[in-house]
C-alpha cells in the first residue's frame, strides 16, 4: 500500500493564524494516525511580502503545538528551476502558451465581461497566436473547453465543474516567477503528496489544478477542503473576534495542548468527548468525522480547556511554562517554593498570566496592602489577635495544613473569637488582598519565617495608623 504523504505549505508572510494552525493539525493527525509522513514546506514565492522573520514565526508556533514534521522544511523559492522546466515541457507540448496582454488590457477584459453578465474570465485573445516569449510575457495553462472536472473531496463528497467555465490560468508570470496554482501542484507532485487537506477557500483551485496534474502525467492526490472557522457573528474569524495568532496564545498563558484539544475540535469529533490528549487524536482522527458546516470559535470554550490542562499539569512543567510570564522581578529562583505557589494557584486559574498575577504576593519583600482591604480589615480590633498569634506560631511543632487547623481551633477558643474574626485580617496581613487561596494553604506555602514577617509588618501598619 502506497505510503500516505500529507504536506502543510503555508506562505511567509505574517504569523501562523488559527486557521493555518488547525489546517496543519488536520493533516499531522491523519498522517499519525495512518502512519504516514508529514511535509512542511514554506511557500515563499512571493519575494515581495515573504520574510524570514515570518518563516521563523511559523515554525515556532508549529513546534510550540508539537506538529513535528518528518520532511522539511522545504522552501519554494529554491524550487523554481524545477517549475520553469515543468511551464516549458507545457509549452513544447501545445498545453500552454505565451500571453502578451498587458494588465490594463486584462482589467478592460474584465469590466467588459461583468457589463455584460458574462463571468470575468480571460477572453483567450492569445490562445492560438502561437506567440513566442517576448519581454514582459506570461505563460498560460490550455484549459480544457468542453467536458466536466469533477473533484472527488473525502469531506464534501463530489463537486463538479464545467470545463468551459475555467481560466487559461497563468502559470508563469511576466517576471518569469510561477504562479501558487501551477508550483503547488509541481511540488505536490514531485513530493508524492497523496493526500492534499487544506481550508475551503481553496476548493475552487482545485479544478484547474487537477487539469495541470493529468497534462504533466502526474497522479492527482486526492483533496480534503475543510470548513472555514468563523467568529460568533458567523464572520469569517479575523483580530475583531480576538487573537489571530498562534503564538498569541503562548503568550496570554495558553498550553500548547489545550490550543490543540480546541483547534481540533473545531469541525471534528469523535461521539461526545471534548477532552483529548495527543494519543487519543491520533488514535480516533478520521476525514469521514470532519463536519462539512463552518465552526464558529468560542474563546470561552478554549478558556475552559486551557484551566483544565493547567489543573492537570505538573508543577516542573509549569514552572517551565511559566518562564517569561512571571512579572518582572519576581525571584523564582527558589524552585521548590515556586513549585509550592503553582500548586496554591493552578486550581483556580484559566491562563498562565492569571497565575503569575495571581502569584505576585507570595514573591513580595513587602506586601502592598489593597486600601479597601486595609481599611476594612487591618484595624486596631485585631491588633490584639494578631500579636497574639505572631508569639504563638514560632513554638508550633507541624506547620501544615493539619498542624496550622488544630492550631486555629485551639487559638481561637482560648480568646473565644470565631475564626471568621480573625481569617480576613490574617489574609489581608499575608497576602494584601481579600482574595486568595485558603489560608492554611498560603501559610505552609510561604513557610513560617515569612508568616511572622508579614503579620510583624500588617501589626506595624496598624500601629502606625492608629497614632
Not at 487519543?280 to 470532519?290: G, K, T, W
Not at 505572631?390 to 482560648?414: C, D, H, R, W, Y
Request: a neutral charge; one cysteine or more.
Amino acid at each position: 500500500m502506497k505510503t500516505i504523504r500529507t504536506r502543510f505549505a503555508p506562505s511567509p508572510t505574517g504569523y501562523l493564524h488559527i486557521g493555518g494552525a488547525r489546517t496543519a493539525l488536520f493533516n499531522w493527525l491523519y498522517t499519525r494516525h495512518n502512519g504516514g509522513e508529514f511535509v512542511l514546506r514554506i511557500e515563499d514565492t512571493d519575494q515581495q511580502r515573504s520574510t524570514e522573520e515570518s518563516t521563523k514565526a511559523i515554525l515556532s508556533a508549529m513546534t510550540w503545538l508539537g506538529l513535528n514534521w518528518d520532511e522539511g522544511p522545504y522552501f519554494q523559492a529554491q524550487r523554481v528551476e524545477l517549475h520553469r522546466e515543468m511551464v516549458q515541457k507545457l509549452i513544447n507540448e501545445g498545453k500552454a502558451y505565451y500571453c502578451k496582454c498587458t494588465p490594463e488590457e486584462l482589467e478592460a477584459k474584465r469590466k467588459q465581461a461583468l457589463a455584460t453578465g458574462k463571468k470575468p474570465k480571460y477572453d483567450g485573445t492569445c490562445r492560438d497566436k502561437n506567440l513566442k516569449k517576448s519581454s514582459g510575457s506570461a505563460v498560460r495553462f490550455r484549459g480544457l473547453q468542453t467536458g466536466i472536472t469533477i473533484v472527488e473531496d473525502l469531506i464534501k463528497g463530489n463537486i463538479s465543474f464545467n470545463n468551459d467555465e475555467l481560466d487559461d490560468l497563468i502559470i508563469e508570470r511576466g517576471d518569469g516567477y510561477p504562479t501558487y496554482n501551477f508550483a503547488v501542484v509541481v511540488d505536490d507532485a514531485l513530493m508524492n503528496i497523496t493526500h492534499v487537506i487544506r481550508g475551503n477557500d481553496h476548493v475552487n483551485n482545485t479544478p484547474r489544478q487537477i487539469l495541470m496534474y493529468q497534462a504533466l502525467g502526474f497522479d492527482v492526490p486526492k483533496f480534503a477542503h475543510v470548513p472555514m472557522i468563523l467568529g460568533s457573528d458567523k464572520a469569517r474569524l479575523s483580530k475583531r473576534h480576538g487573537a489571530t495568532s498562534v503564538m498569541a496564545y503562548k503568550e496570554m498563558g495558553y498550553l500548547p495542548e489545550a490550543l490543540v484539544n480546541y483547534l481540533v475540535r473545531l469541525g471534528w469529533s469523535h461521539g461526545d468527548q471534548e477532552i483529548f490528549s495527543q494519543k487519543d487524536l491520533i488514535e480516533h482522527f478520521a476525514l469521514e468525522a470532519v463536519g462539512k458546516s463552518p465552526a464558529v470559535f468560542n474563546p470561552e470554550k478554549l478558556l475552559w480547556l486551557n484551566a483544565h490542562y493547567i489543573k492537570e499539569a505538573s508543577t516542573e512543567r509549569l514552572m517551565e511554562e511559566m518562564k517569561l510570564l512571571w512579572s518582572e522581578g519576581t525571584d523564582t529562583g527558589d524552585a521548590v517554593f515556586t513549585q509550592k505557589v503553582i500548586a496554591d494557584l493552578q486550581p483556580r486559574v484559566k491562563t498562565l498570566v492569571e497565575l503569575a498575577d495571581m502569584a505576585d504576593f507570595y514573591f513580595a519583600d513587602q506586601i502592598q496592602y489593597d486600601e479597601q482591604a486595609a481599611q476594612k480589615f487591618l484595624t486596631s480590633d485585631v491588633l490584639a489577635h494578631l500579636k497574639a498569634m505572631v508569639s504563638a506560631i514560632p513554638s508550633m511543632q507541624k506547620f501544615s495544613k493539619e498542624g496550622l487547623e488544630e492550631f486555629f481551633k485551639n487559638f481561637t477558643q482560648e480568646r473565644n473569637i470565631k475564626f471568621k474574626a480573625i481569617a480576613q485580617p490574617l489574609r489581608v496581613a499575608l497576602t494584601g488582598k481579600t482574595v486568595s487561596p485558603g489560608i492554611d494553604e498560603v501559610m505552609v506555602t510561604l513557610g513560617k519565617e515569612r508568616v511572622i514577617q508579614r503579620i510583624n509588618a500588617a501589626i506595624d501598619y496598624i500601629e502606625a495608623q492608629n497614632k
